[in-house]
């Protein structure tokens, strides 16, 4: 698959959401929690507690939602302010009990609408990058489907980044690169090449860490299996004293783009 082959998997509607993995993956022990005790409850971002075989976990999803009432309905996986400012609640949460906590990916980019900006839409977006480098428990995120600029980096200051074998993560979208760079958008193929967005562009160039095979609905001995390895990875970090995961956190940050 080309590079624009995979952001158009990414998009298709078809594949499974952010509730698809909850639902598959922690079952009936999923609680969802709402709102950001200052505005709403956005539905985009889905969050609540589970448990990850013996270990109890928070799970924070973007989504997008499976049909046209459902995307309408989650504003198609762009998140207001008060979805960011939810998903960092749950997170202060989870660091009080030292909870290990679980962010899945799916968003074109934060909602850029006027409202959102009025209530602080960067705001947020940065209050999350700078609180989740600090949060003194372990941090995973996986990346589902698309990972649009802040809006997806805002889920994302973890101490490792997975990706889907078909997902992609980017500061921009091909056809807004192409709209900028050529002022046309039908090169969005061209951009997309350039953009260095696919798992295994990512992976070469150290941005994240594992790369995942695309699971398929139904697929129970793929979801136990991506379960294991969340357990292990958590497992791993939870070892750590909060000095040590910080600092391998801002460790990792500062190691990428660096030359070997």
Request: hydrophobic residues 40%.
């Amino acid at each position: 698959m080309t590079a624009y082959e995979k952001v158009m998997a990414a998009r298709d509607a078809n594949k499974l959401t952010s509730v698809d993995y909850i639902a598959h993956m922690f079952g009936d022990s999923f609680i969802e929690l709402h709102g950001d005790r200052r505005y709403a409850d956005d539905k985009a971002v889905v969050a609540g507690l589970a448990m990850l075989f013996d270990i109890p976990v928070t799970v924070i999803g973007i989504e997008k939602g499976r049909n046209t009432k459902e995307r309408v309905e989650r504003n198609f996986g762009q998140a207001h302010p008060e979805g960011y400012r939810k998903a960092l609640r749950l997170m202060k949460q989870a660091e009080k009990f030292r909870r290990p906590v679980l962010c899945l990916v799916d968003t074109s980019g934060a909602y850029p609408g006027i409202g959102a900006e009025e209530r602080g839409q960067g705001q947020a977006i940065a209050e999350n990058l700078m609180e989740m480098m600090t949060l003194k428990t372990p941090v995973l995120t996986v990346l589902i489907g698309e990972g649009g600029s802040g809006g997806a980096l805002a889920l994302a200051v973890s101490d490792e980044v997975w990706m889907l074998e078909n997902s992609v993560y980017s500061v921009i979208s091909p056809e807004g690169c192409a709209s900028i760079l050529w002022k046309d958008s039908s090169k969005a193929a061209d951009a997309a090449e350039a953009l260095k967005l696919t798992a295994q562009d990512l992976f070469d160039l150290g941005v994240i860490e594992r790369i995942i095979r695309q699971p398929k609905a139904g697929d129970q001995a793929m979801f136990e299996s991506l379960k294991m390895l969340i357990k292990r990875t958590f497992e791993k970090n939870l070892a750590l004293d909060d000095e040590e995961l910080l600092n391998a956190r801002y460790e990792r940050f500062r190691k990428i783009g660096r030359p070997e």
